[in-house]
């Protein structure tokens, strides 16, 4: 699950994607109004589930391995304009504690299970995701949602399958092989069994193998932009409009699968 990003360039899309955010709930007319895509949340919880998450990360880079922070209170009542500076000051806070600690820094991670790096790169390299795929979260509010950017979404799906797929244990259905394939050239490979997910990506026409199902026809094929597949998979977007092959009903239990974090 090793990114092709460099930890500068992790750095930048987290501030990039955090301000793209930032900027679509400043030009709403109503911070009320709700996230389509969050049922539960307005504009304005939004922009405040970025600065405790942000906040929450960068106790974590700081605190180091073997400790797990808690996540921080931050009060209410701000009017928009407030909650969107307290955003911007969490991400600079965040950034800092990522520059300082180096991309090599063990930390606390929740994909413990999944056998993924515990550091900062991989801090970092969530915090991309999480930061582009609520900003997607916040056009959609405002009407105007927009692609996430072709090397994020890229990235946001190898970061997907590694770690939603990974932790979210034994595959508790038929054995099913799902390849994901973008038109921008670069697909995966999944074998899902009854003790854990493999896989690999490859690119386009020759795609990974996932042990000795490699060479199987996939039970499922889903086929779009990079954008459209990580939005799928985050469930901000039909899956179902991206199949290629294979039976809807495995989608949806595909779809389900995995807890979102």
Known sequence: MATSLT?????????????????????ASDPGAPVPSCP????????????????????????????TPAAPEI???????????????ATADLLAALREAGPDRPCWTWWQAAGGPQDSTAVVRHQVQEAAVHAHDAQLAVGAP????????????????ALSWGTAGPWPHDPALVRLRTTEG????????????????GSAGSAGSAGSAGD???VLELTGTASEL??????????????????????ERLVAWPRLG
């Open 216 to 218: 199987a026809p996939a």
């Open 186 to 201: 670069t697909d995966w490979t999944i074998a899902l069994t009854p003790e854990e997910p493999t896989g690999s990506a």
């Open 40 to 67: 539960d949340w307005t504009l304005a919880d939004l922009v405040d589930h970025l600065t405790v998450v942000h906040l929450f990360w960068a106790s974590a880079v700081r605190a180091g391995a073997g400790f």
């Open 7 to 27: 930890f500068p360039e992790l750095l930048d899309l987290v501030d990039e994607r955090s301000a793209v955010l930032r900027a679509a709930a400043a030009g």
């Open 146 to 161: 927009l692609p996430v950017p072709a090397e994020v979404a890229l990235d946001g799906i190898d970061e997907f399958l």
């Open 75 to 89: 009060a209410g009542g701000l009017t928009l304009e407030q909650a969107l500076e307290r955003s911007a000051a």
């Open 230 to 251: 990580l939005l799928a998979l985050h469930r901000r977007r039909p899956a179902a409009d991206l199949l290629a092959a294979g039976a809807p009903a495995v989608l």
